[in-house]
């Protein structure tokens, strides 16, 4: 499935942004769906991602209690809701999709997620959190 990101701009620190991940002439059914953010100059880490039927949802701890992950597959996108933006949250948003029925239906306490786990990726969007 190829993917595009988009939402992305320049907010203030405390400001929101939702961001979408569509899918392109395909669809996301069956597939999870994972957020990466990449600060400039760092690598790619994990956000947060949702199973394949949006019935779990998990966050990484830099994020948990601002983002909100949510998917609509009769418009065939997910969203990441950003909240409570703080400036390292400065980066390039990428969205990426693994066709599976397993991915992303399991956490426990300090798991992360890696961009190995997914294999389909779009372009990201850039968000830009000033001070």
């Known amino acids: 499935v190829q993917l595009q990101a988009s939402g992305g701009g320049s907010v203030q620190t405390g400001g929101s942004l939702r961001l979408s991940c569509a899918a392109l002439g395909s669809t996301l059914n069956g597939y999870a769906i994972g957020w990466f953010h990449q600060a400039p100059g760092k690598e790619r880490d994990w956000v947060a991602c949702i199973d394949y039927s949006g019935d779990k949802k998990f966050y990484g701890d830099s994020v948990k209690g601002r983002f909100t992950i949510s998917r609509d597959d009769a418009k065939n996108t997910v969203y990441l809701q950003m909240d409570s933006l703080r400036p390292d949250d400065t980066g390039v948003y990428y969205c990426?999709?693994?066709?599976?029925?397993?991915?992303?239906?399991?956490?426990?306490?300090?798991?992360?997620?890696?961009?190995?786990?997914?294999?389909?990726w779009g372009q990201g969007t850039l968000v830009t959190v000033s001070s």
């Open positions: 990426a999709g693994e066709e599976s029925e397993w991915r992303c239906t399991t956490f426990f306490s300090g798991q992360l997620y890696y961009p190995q786990d997914f294999a389909s």
